[in-house]
């Protein structure tokens, strides 16, 4: 078959994963330090959906990732209680590398949608997650 003789409807599109309530699991995470500026993202890929979304064609392989949750002065005692809300068993004597590393493959509740950020732009991404 000669491919530029066929059409794009030949191709089947991308369904995205649809805003709702979700299992989960912790897939992965990204640790960065932008202008001495320390933050995580965390990602998760799908299990199931918990609100009824309609997931016909939609590829649950995807990670979904939170915003950036930051360790400035300011921040760091926000996002420490947010990650404790995933990962309860948080322990003050081990270094956040390894916590994160203990993270991956942890079974959570996440919800997903869209929010306008501190900068007026809106997000899709993860924008709640607990341990399931």
Request: hydrophobic residues 35%; proline residues 6%; neutral net charge.
């Amino acid at each position: 078959m000669d491919f530029w003789n066929t059409t794009p409807g030949d191709i089947e599109d991308i369904r995205e994963i649809p805003p709702g309530k979700y299992m989960a699991y912790v897939s992965g995470y990204v640790l960065e330090d932008t202008d001495e500026k320390p933050f995580v993202v965390l990602e998760f890929k799908v299990r199931e959906p918990l609100s009824g979304q309609d997931m016909t064609g939609v590829e649950l392989n995807r990670p979904l990732r939170t915003g950036r949750m930051y360790f400035t002065p300011a921040a760091k005692k926000y996002t420490k209680r947010n990650i404790k809300k995933l990962y309860p068993s948080l322990a003050d004597g081990v270094k956040w590398k390894d916590q994160f590393d203990n993270m991956v493959g942890l079974d959570a509740i996440i919800v997903y949608g869209t929010a306008k950020g501190s900068n007026g732009k809106e997000y899709t991404n993860v924008l709640d997650f607990a341990a399931a």
